[in-house]
């Protein structure tokens, strides 16, 4: 798989613990290794850009994307569509609840057949 990253190390800090943006951002590219298990298109961008008071990130991948019938479920507890003993279903969860935890937002854009992007939205600290 091949992963690149794009202007990440000029965002500035989020009201978020750091050991929590280290396992959200673990658990999307754990996904997207996975979805990429015996595609010919494999490729994870990861991006991110300050707007104003916010820190929006895109973890764009080229993996194949999530089946349409599946799209509403992949933030519950437990959901998975690895095979039985590969996955627990808490990996998403958990993105879910840090994103949130944060006081930012998260949604999917799923293109079936080509890939999903996870655009996360956090908010910026605020200088003291």
């Known amino acids: 798989?091949?992963?690149s990253t794009r202007s990440i190390s000029m965002l500035p800090p989020v009201y978020a613990n750091e050991k929590d943006m280290e396992q959200m951002c673990f658990a999307l590219i754990e996904n997207a290794i996975h979805a990429a298990d015996g595609k010919?298109?494999?490729k994870l961008v990861?991006?991110?850009r300050k707007a104003d008071d916010k820190v929006m990130l895109r973890f764009e991948d080229t993996c194949g994307g999530i089946l349409?019938?599946?799209v509403d479920r992949i933030f519950e507890p437990f959901f998975t569509t690895k095979p039985p003993g590969e996955g627990t279903g808490l990996g998403l969860c958990i993105v879910d609840r840090v994103v949130r935890q944060a006081g930012g937002t998260?949604?999917?854009e799923n293109r079936p057949g080509e890939g999903v992007t996870f655009h996360v939205t956090l908010p910026v600290q605020r200088s003291a």
Do not use: F, N, T
């Open 40 to 42: 010919k298109q494999r």
């Open 68 to 70: 349409p019938e599946q």
């Open 106 to 108: 998260i949604r999917v």
């Open 46 to 48: 990861v991006s991110g």
């Open 1 to 3: 798989m091949s992963l």
